[in-house]
C-alpha cells in the first residue's frame, strides 16, 4: 500500500487482526489499486507453490504408504479412541529423562490401558478378558502376544513410528486409534 | 549448494499438481465410495490431500524422519476411521486437524526434536521429488532456477508465523481457508489479511534482494 510494508511487516506471534490501517475493507470495495495488489498476491502464491512443488515435493515414497493404507480400512473392527496420552496430559516427571509413554484407549465399556517405555510395552485390557493381540506398525501384518486371563500383556517395544494394537477377544476386533509412539 | 539441482523446467509437468487433482465437492463422494470398498476413489482422495498432510507437517517445522512417521500416522488414522468420518466433505479440514495435533505433539516431545538443517536430509526428500533433474539444461532454465531457490531462502527465512501459514496456503492444489484453519488453529477470517501482509512482506524481501 504505501511502499514500507516490508518494513512494520508482520509481527510473529501475535494475532493478525488488520491493524495496519486502511487495509480491512472488504474485497468486494477494493480500488482500482487492491484489485492489482490482489492480483499480484496471488501471482506471487502460485510462484511460491511452484517452488514448493519443485525444492519441498510430498515424496513419492509417501504418497505410495498412503495408498497403501487403504488396507487398515476395516469394516469388523472397533476403534478405541485414545482417551489419556501423558504426552499431552501429565505434567512431565521431574528428573525422569526418559519416561514411558502412558495411553488409554476406550470403546463403550472396552478399556485398554498401554505404558510404552525403551524397554518394552506392556498394558492390560479391562475388563479383563484374555485377547489376542497384533502390534502393527503399517499395514503388514504386525507381531503378535496374548493377553492373559487378566487381560494383561507385554512386548518388545514397538518400533518408534505408527503404532496401533488389534486385539481380538471373543468374537470382536478392537483396534486402538492409530497414533505415533 | 543445491542450485545445480533444481529442475525448474518441471514447472510444466510437477506430478503432484497434475492428475490427482480432487474437487473439493467431489471429496464427501470420494470418501463415501472408499469406505464402501472402492479402492480407486481412496487412491484419488490420497492423490488430491497428501500434498495438504504435507504441506501441515512442513509447516511444523519437523525433522525428515518425524515428517514422515506423522504423514503416515495421519493417514493410517484417517483409513481406520473411514466409515465414521462424520461430514466426507470436510475431510481435508480433518486431516489438516489431525496433522496437525500429531505435529504438536512431536513438539512438546522434545527429546524428539530436531531441525530440518541437517543437509542428509534436504538432500534425501530432494533426490526423492526430482526425477526430472536431465531438463536442466538451457541458460533460461538455470536462470528460473536461480529464481526457484532464492524465492525459497527468501520464504525460509520469514518469521515462524509467515512461514507456517504460506507452507499450508501453497499445499496444491490450494487447500480451502477451512483446511488451512484446521491446519493451523486459526481463524477462518485472519487468513486473507495475514495472507496479505505476509505475501507483501515475502515481496519486499524479495525487491531488497533485487529479486523481483
Known sequence: MNGTDGADGVRDGRDGGPDDGGSGRPAGTAEPAGIGAEIE???????????????DPLPPVLLQAAVDA???????????ELTFDSLV???PVRGAEDPPRMLTFSAGEVTVDVEVSAHGLMGQLLPPRPARIEVLGGPRPGSSLTADD?????????????????????GDVIETEWLRT | MRSGTVPSAAYDDVPYTRGGTVERTDVGALVRSAAGGDAAAWKAIVEGLGPLVWSVVRAHRLSDADAHEVYQTVWFRFAQNLGRIREPEKTGAWLASTARHECLKVLRNARRLTLTDDPRLLDRVSEDGTPEQSLLEAEEAAAQSERVRRMWQEFEELGDRCRQLLRVLIASPPPSYQEVSAALGIAVGSIGPLRQRCLRRLRARLEARGAM
Open chain 1, 70 to 80: 487403504y488396507a487398515l480400512h476395516r469394516l469388523d473392527a472397533v476403534v478405541a
Open chain 1, 41 to 55: 498476491a496471488d501471482l506471487l502464491e502460485e510462484e511460491l507453490r511452484q517452488a514448493a512443488a519443485v525444492l
Open chain 1, 89 to 91: 496430559d501429565a505434567l
Open chain 1, 150 to 170: 487378566l487381560g494383561r500383556f507385554t512386548g518388545a517395544a514397538p518400533p518408534s513410528g505408527p503404532f496401533a494394537l488389534r486385539l481380538r477377544t471373543g
